[in-house]
């Protein structure tokens, strides 16, 4: 069983900056492949980043069209913690964000690649 818990969401203007981060639970973090994901209401839960083990020390990241450019996914071994700093953020960003850990590297874009779920942090982007 692996424990995620996000935080750092908020209200923020069009423009504005905000940084998420999620702190998991367990001793093997740096072999895990995290992600990121949201959900705006009435839609259903679309991938944002992912950061997946590559063996060794080596990771691969990989983005949503959507955010491209303009958030940027890292990790903190030593803290057990991913993190998604999200810059330019437009009101469509709006949406509650979560934290994820993938059952394997393969296919991190996928929710069906996922095992544990964060509780979510609300992200609110005001035009």
């Known amino acids: 069983q692996v424990t995620l818990v996000e935080s750092g969401g908020g209200l923020v203007q069009a423009g504005g900056s905000l940084r998420l981060s999620c702190v998991a639970s367990?001793?093997?973090?740096?072999?895990?492949?995290m992600g990121w994901f949201r959900q705006a209401p009435g839609k259903e839960r679309e991938f944002v980043a992912g950061?997946?083990?590559?063996?060794?020390?080596?990771?691969?990241?990989d983005y949503s069209d959507s955010v491209q450019g303009r958030f940027t996914i890292s990790r903190d071994n030593a803290k057990n913690t991913v993190y998604l700093q999200m810059y330019s953020l437009k009101p469509e960003d709006t949406a509650v964000y979560y934290c994820?850990?993938?059952?394997?590297?393969?296919?991190?874009?996928?929710?069906?690649?996922?095992?544990?779920w964060g509780q979510g942090a609300q992200v609110t982007v005001s035009s």
């Open positions: 367990g001793r093997s973090f740096s072999t895990y492949s």
């Open positions: 994820g850990k993938a059952k394997s590297p393969r296919g991190v874009t996928s929710t069906e690649n996922y095992e544990f």
């Open positions: 950061i997946s083990w590559n063996g060794g020390n080596r990771y691969y990241v």
